[in-house]
């Protein structure tokens, strides 16, 4: 379980134009669920996301990782290039996931027999021919493609939790289903933690466990599958009381 | 034409150029601590070899000379904060007076034997700027293929990339930077036996040049992969030599020289920045210009 208490950070300290990005924010989080945070501009979403990946220490308020280590956190930025090296081919952006089998920064040669079957294997599971490109540079890849190399690298990490900030937000219908189902099939099968922030409500009701609504960086609403209905149109009423 | 000093001045400068693609093109790092880097590396040679210490053992502290350069560069960005130019600035500065310190005074000479004029004929020193050259390129071809080194290039890419896999970038900047410093202290101490003395002014103007040579040899190889970038220095300084040489032969003066590489420069780099008519670059590195 990851448990942030009385979360409390503010932007813009000791100025005219203090924000309270979050304010006493109280949240469980646990293995096997995928939690979606919405809420509107400035509601503190990104920021939640960021202090779980340390990259922003709170002002007030503990964040407990309990079992996890900081380490198991991979954060996916929102926009795709950035979560790969964009002159580097698809091997090269992709072998940098498999940490567990010793591609950490040291002097073993990258191009290695076992990382390029790893790799392979793992981009035929997404049936569009990208096993045979890979010595291709990722950033001559459309955005479909480029987000596949994306959640390839996420299933090749396997990490324990995943937090991912809009993750399709620059994907087209064609493709955010089609990545998001394999996504979630490897999540479920391996125990992992997502906590994933959107502004796409369709997929949440395919996709989601849990609902977190921020509104001026305090929770407006927490609900799970079970005692909501994750429809568009639910989460848009949401929305309402929320206006 | 001196062909042969040409190719064998092209090797001294291709591994400045090398140390140039380290830290400009792969670590994204415009770092100016290079001018000062190659003068240590002939002031620290000449000193030493002139007080009778083994030319090899000269080199190598020239080398280190050149490395710790690099690491005050590195640290002042990486933990003092300092934006990456004016770092290798106050460096670069820093590195004036400890070249002079290191010296004494503003040249020597260099009169004893040392690896270059072991053998006083024109194919020894040719063989042996080769097999230096050689051994050179053979060995950070290695080091960028292996995991650290794709590391370091991701550093210069996505600084964020590295921190997301959880690494430190500080540690490739560092590293980075000191190699390649290393390399261009090299590449100094090289030429000081080269021309056979070192001069505090020998680094003035290196940084332009050899930034045009590194263009160059990138207009030339397409740098798309790792070998092509690598091979590019030494195509590129071998291209800049020759250009050099033939300036003097149609009778350019040496005083405009400086005038004439920078223009070949920025003829260059609007080649490189215009030339792909709104495609993207198929090459490899960080855009640094």
Known sequence: MLELKNIHISFNKNTDNKIDALDNVNLEFHEHQWSYIIGGNGSGKSTLLKIINKELIPDKGELKFNSYK????????????KNLVPSMTIYENLIFALKNIGMNPNFRLFQNKNYKEIVIDKLKEFNIGLEKRINEQVKFL???????????????????ILLMDEFTSSLDQKWAPFILEKLKKFITVNNIMVIAVTHDYSQIQNIGDRLIMLKNGKVFADKKKENFDFTTQSILNLFYEYE | MDYLGIIEMGIIFSLFVLGMILSFRLLGFADLTIEG?????????????????????SILISIIGGGVAGLLTASLHCYAGINKLL?????LTMLYTANLRIMGRSNIYIEQTSVLNYINEPWYEFFVLLIIGVAIFILIKFFLSTNFGLYLRATGENE?????????PKKFIIV??????SLIALSGCLFAQYVGYSDIGNGNGMLVSMLTAMIIGENIVRPTTLNRQIISAIIGAISFQLLYSSALQLGLKPIDLKIMIGI?????????????????????GANFI
């Open chain 2, 87 to 91: 770092s290798g600035i106050i460096t």
């Open chain 1, 142 to 160: 459309s955005g479909g493609e480029q987000q596949i190399i994306v959640a390839s690298r996420i299933m090749l990490s396997n990490p324990r």
């Open chain 2, 160 to 168: 964020s990339f590295v921190k997301n896999l959880k690494s430190n």
């Open chain 2, 37 to 57: 880097s190659f003068t240590t590396g002939g002031a620290i040679f000449a000193i030493l070899l002139s007080n009778g210490i083994n030319p090899f053992l």
């Open chain 2, 264 to 284: 070949l420069l920025i003829a260059f780099l609007i080649l490189t920045k215009y030339g792909y008519k709104g495609k993207q670059s198929k090459n490899i």
């Open chain 1, 70 to 81: 900081p380490t198991d956190v991979m954060f996916i930025d929102q926009t795709t290039i």
């Open chain 2, 176 to 181: 980075g930077l000191i190699i390649s410093n």
